[in-house]
């Protein structure tokens, strides 16, 4: 089941477990955040959750609907660590993993075909590597190295049904970007909340949802507070991460 220096972890608000592995790929909050946000169908839709990494917001997702999921994931090694977690937890039948472009997607899974589409995409810019000593891995998932921010929207687009609903993970200062290519690509946006590291600070990522082919109409949510002044969780973030039951 674990290969290398994988380890099985906890997602404890969904009594879920997860292979991850420091060099290779391990989920940040930012997944957390984006799968408590999204909109899905509770019975009968169909999802896809685009540059998935290791199955995380297929996962989480899993807790909040029926509806099939399926993970898009260019890397061969994080689609397996997808695919063997999804196994390890009997979730085959509701969550499938396909190891592809997400450019090329659309065209393999078909257009206007489904009814939700998630995406945690590379945050920055290739030029922007600054870190040398990153795994091939971790700067593929981190940084637009095979994909960028206007082609994943691209392909959410292409994926969504007309009124179909797409959301993502960003960061805050890409806020004009994401939203000018949401809007390029016949998404347009309704609800946009901001995540701030703590209360007087500089927002640090955005979540923002948008409609395909939607009326124009943005819904700025209250702000998501990550830690307290004490340094840690707030009550929100922690019921997000290990449920209502602490």
């Known amino acids: 089941m674990l290969t290398d220096d994988e380890r099985l ?100 899974l078909g257009f206007e075909k489904f009814d939700t589409v998630t995406c945690n995409p590379p945050y ?28 994943a929207v691209k392909s959410a687009s292409q994926l969504l049904k007309q009124g179909g609903k797409a959301a993502f993970v960003h960061r805050a200062g890409r806020l004009i970007d994401i939203m000018a290519a949401m809007r390029n690509n016949r998404l347009e946006p309704k609800r946009i909340r901001l995540v701030y590291p703590k209360a007087g600070k500089e927002a640090n990522t955005l979540l923002i949802e948008g409609i395909k082919d939607g009326k124009p109409d943005l819904k700025v949510l209250p702000p998501l507070i990550v830690y307290g002044e004490d ?3 707030t009550e929100e973030v922690r019921g997000l991460l290990y449920g209502n039951e602490q």
Do not use: W
């Not at 810019?125 to 994909?147: C, Q, V, Y």
């Open 9 to 108: 972890d906890y997602l404890l608000a969904e009594n879920l477990r997860i292979i991850q592995s420091p060099s290779v790929f391990s989920f940040s909050l930012d997944a957390v955040l984006l799968a408590r946000f999204a909109y899905v169908p509770k019975k009968r839709g169909r999802i896809v959750d685009l540059c998935t990494g290791n199955g995380a917001i297929p996962l989480f997702l899993s807790a909040r609907t029926e509806s099939t999921i399926t993970g898009v994931e260019l890397q061969p090694r994080l689609a397996g660590m997808a695919r063997r977690s999804i196994a390890f937890n009997e979730l085959e039948e509701q969550i499938n993993i396909i190891e592809g472009d997400v450019k090329e997607i659309p065209a393999q």
């Open 124 to 151: 920055f810019p290739a030029h922007e590597m600054s870190d040398k000593n990153l795994s091939e891995h971790m700067a593929i998932a981190r940084h637009e190295l095979h994909l960028t921010l206007d082609e």
């Open 231 to 233: 340094g840690e969780y």
